[in-house]
Nanobody, 127 residues
Framework: EVQLVESGGGLVQAGESLRLSCETS????????IGWFRQAPGKEHGGVSC????????FYADSVKGRFTISSDSAKNTVYLQMDSLKPEDTAKYFC????????????????????WGQGTQVTVSS
């Protein structure tokens, strides 16, 4: 059974940083794409970033390029999202999800089709 647990959210001021963690289990880590998504109040889930551990290829939404960095630790089956220079518009609940194969190029579609979200972790950025 695929399981993912998000953690690391919090309340910060604009310009500060947070690191989110997505601990995974129940599947072969290297064979999947791991994506980070977020949902702001009243909005749909949107894709933020994605990584395929097998080749370390990464993808970022335009709104976070240059500020967020996705990485993974295969020994821990964990994917991280380092979020720097946070802005109030980054305020959302953040979720991670996993799909087999190279799916990062489909991140936007993935966000719209996925209906199996975990508990997520709340990120609130004050101005």
């Amino acid at each position: 059974e695929v399981q993912l647990v998000e953690s690391g959210g919090g309340l910060v001021q604009a310009g500060e940083s947070l690191r989110l963690s997505c601990e995974t289990s129940g599947f072969i880590f290297e064979n999947y794409a791991i994506g980070w998504f977020r949902q702001a109040p009243g909005k749909e889930h949107g894709g933020v970033s994605c990584l395929t551990p097998s080749d370390s290829k990464t993808f970022y939404a335009d709104s976070v390029k240059g500020r967020f960095t996705i990485s993974s630790d295969s020994a821990k089956n964990t994917v991280y999202l380092q979020m720097d220079s946070l802005k109030p518009e980054d305020t959302a609940k953040y979720f991670c999800a996993a799909e087999p194969g190279p799916k990062c190029h489909l991140l936007k579609l993935w966000a719209s089709l996925n209906n199996d979200w975990g508990q997520g972790t709340q990120v609130t950025v004050s101005s």
